[in-house]
């Protein structure tokens, strides 16, 4: 009995071994051509953000991770790529590609005064020991005067959300959904950023 259930565990790590590499080479190949090996990070980052923004739509994604049983773990990168997401797929999809191209970055969950998450981001960490943070749903990213905003910076003033996004809309760029018009500034802040 030990013997089968290990066996049965072993196959299903090699299964899973295998699924992630298979996952990791259609991701490869679904960010061929967005960014270059020359890039600096940060161009990667902004490239595979955009790319992200134009390319998937904002909704949950419906698709379960193998069996329906496991409906209560979040999508794959691969099924976020395949399908739809929302702000923290969005956000696993955008750290996935910037890791394989090279890039560390990590989740940023912002909380409301009462500590409920209410929307997640990206920080990437860049050339020059700098930082960025990205919004995969809005397609924001923040340009300071020797670099990137990151959340703290955010954090310690809002008017860099606020003037980023009235900026953007005057352009009048980006006629995506959701539309940067209607960004939810009492919902999205970085009040806390965790």
């Not at 790590?13 to 080479?25: G, S």
């Not at 910076?153 to 006629?175: F, P, S």
């Amino acid at each position: 009995m030990k013997i089968a259930a290990f066996t049965i565990l072993t196959l299903f790590n090699v299964w899973l071994i295998w699924k992630y590499q298979q996952d990791n080479a259609f991701l490869l190949k679904y960010s061929h051509g967005v960014v270059e090996p020359e890039d600096t990070r940060s161009q990667k980052a902004v490239k595979l953000l955009t790319y992200i923004r134009q390319n998937l739509r904002t909704k949950r994604c419906p698709d379960s991770f193998l069996l329906p049983i496991f409906r209560f773990l979040r999508p794959t990168p691969r099924q976020i790529a395949e399908t739809q997401g929302d702000c923290a797929d969005k956000s696993r999809l955008l750290i996935t590609l910037l890791r394989l191209h090279d890039v560390p970055a990590s989740k940023v969950a912002l909380h409301d005064s009462e500590g409920i998450s209410r929307h997640a981001v990206v920080e990437a960490e860049i050339e020059n020991d700098g930082k960025m943070v990205m919004d995969a749903v809005y397609g924001l990213y923040f340009p300071a005067d020797n670099g990137y905003y990151h959340s703290r910076d955010i954090k310690e003033d809002e008017n860099i959300l606020r003037n980023r996004v009235a900026h953007l809309v005057d352009v009048g760029e980006d006629q995506l959904r959701p539309a940067l018009e209607r960004y939810p500034y009492h919902n999205y802040t970085y009040m806390n950023p965790r």
